[in-house]
Each structure stands twice: as C-alpha cells, then as structure tokens.
C-alpha cells in the first residue's frame, strides 16, 4: 500500500504562483510514477502531469505544459508541483496519484484509471 498526503493548496490571484506538495509513504520502492489531476466540480477528473519515479520523465497536459513544473526528491519522498501564471480555470481540487504498474504509452499516463493510490486533494482557487 501507498499513502499520499496533498498540501500546498490555497488561494491565489491570476498571474500568481503556487507549489503544490505530495508525500509519498509506506510501499514507495515499487512506485513507478506519481501524477497530479485536477476536477471541478461537475466535471471529470483530468490530468495535469506526472513523473517517473526513478528515471527523468515528465508529462504534461497541453493546457499547463509552460507554466507548471512537477518535480521530486526522491530522498524525501516528495513530488511537486510548481504552479505559475496562474488562471481562473486552473481552479480545482488537486490530487495526487501513484501507481506500480509499468506503463508503455503517453496515453497510460494521463489515464485516471492507470492510478491505484490517491491522495485526499487539496483546493486550489485563483481569482480573476
């Protein structure tokens, strides 16, 4: 099992940045990529970025590659999300995910059902 734990959250103004924090515990040896994704209320939960966890890779969505930055340390067991230019649209409740399973495509990345360990979220507003 793998517990995530979101912190960072908050609210913001458009143009501002923030830097999202997930801790990752318990089976973090088998970890192959932890993930950010995004819902708003009434809608799916959709991908932000990922990274892998032992070799440089990263994924992002189209609509935040520029302007956030995931990150980890691995000795900390800590991924992060930095978040800038900010806009009213990225307002959401951020997740952090995890999975140990071996993924071959981009596309397996970005897939909510590709994750089998998630965090509580953390609330993310930006105003206009």
């Known amino acids: 099992q793998v517990q995530l734990v979101e912190s960072g959250g908050g609210l913001v103004q458009a143009g501002g940045s923030l830097r999202l924090t997930c801790v990752v515990s318990?089976?973090?040896?088998?970890?192959?990529?932890v993930g950010w994704f995004r819902r708003v209320p009434g809608k799916e939960r959709e991908f932000v970025s990922a990274i892998r966890w032992t070799v440089s890779r990263t994924y992002y969505a189209d609509s935040v590659k520029g302007r956030f930055t995931i990150s980890r340390d691995n000795n900390k067991n800590t991924v992060y999300l930095q978040m800038n230019s900010l806009k009213p649209e990225d307002s959401a409740v951020y997740y952090c995910?995890?999975?140990?399973?071996?993924?071959?495509?981009?596309?397996?990345?970005?897939?909510?059902?590709?994750?089998?360990?998630w965090g509580q979220g953390t609330q993310v507003t930006v105003s206009s």
């Open positions: 995910a995890a999975d140990d399973r071996a993924k071959f495509l981009t596309d397996q990345y970005m897939d909510v059902t590709e994750y089998d360990y």
């Open positions: 318990g089976r973090t040896f088998n970890t192959y990529v």
